[in-house]
């Protein structure tokens, strides 16, 4: 199949079995996947954080999503709530949860943080949902879809400059329309395209750990 979509992810995920790392800090994520219309290919639903002094992740794009509360019965309950709060987007209803990704260890400009992030994969049923995102503009600066065939085009990647304690490092990302993915977000993403077995052909190279 050379088409990157829902019927290619969905057997891949069924059957991955992603790296749990234990911690009594968690927070979870939603990569959010719908069709393209028209098309087999897919697109994910990313958020660009907004800014916020507390925030060790302020102005970032990221996927939808937040620490585990006590009340939610899972991490992947909390991913849904997060995505409904953040973006109005109702996955319970909307969408159907097709696999769990690696657990990733948080990370700031410090250094490792005490939180692990549990990113979950959803299908989104249909269009119309998608279509009628809410972005909360307390924590959302914007919501917006991206194809995944795009970010893996050779144009879309690209390397940023990172200082760390003093020190510059040149990091891997995607830039998107200005904007630029990196960080925890690409780790995830990266996750994402080797869980689904996904080796798209020339001029494509493999994604920079």
Not at 166 to 173: K, Q, V
């Amino acid at each position: 199949m050379s088409h990157l979509s829902l019927d290619w992810i969905a057997p891949r995920l069924s059957n991955y079995e992603p790296d749990a790392l234990a911690s009594r800090q968690r927070a979870a994520v939603a990569l959010v996947l719908r069709s393209i219309a028209d098309s087999d290919e897919v697109e994910m639903l990313f958020i660009r954080r907004a800014e916020h002094p507390m925030d060790p992740w302020s102005g970032h794009m990221a996927l939808p999503g937040g620490r585990v509360d006590e009340a939610d019965a899972s991490p992947l309950d909390a991913a849904m709530r997060e995505t409904h709060e953040e973006v109005g987007l109702d996955l319970q209803q909307h969408a159907r949860a097709i696999g769990r990704l690696d657990d990733i260890q948080a990370r700031s400009r410090r250094g490792p943080i005490a939180l692990i992030i549990s990113p979950f994969v959803f299908a989104l049923d249909g269009r119309a949902a998608g279509d009628a995102l809410r972005p909360d503009p307390s924590e959302v600066e914007e919501a917006l879809w991206v194809s995944a065939r795009r970010l893996l085009a050779p144009e879309a990647r690209s390397t940023m400059s990172y200082e760390h304690q003093g020190e510059m490092m040149t990091l891997p990302c995607f830039r998107i329309d200005g904007r630029v993915i990196w960080g925890l977000t690409y780790r995830m993403l990266r996750s994402f395209f080797g869980a689904v077995q996904w080796k798209p052909g020339a001029p494509d190279t493999p994604l920079a750990p």
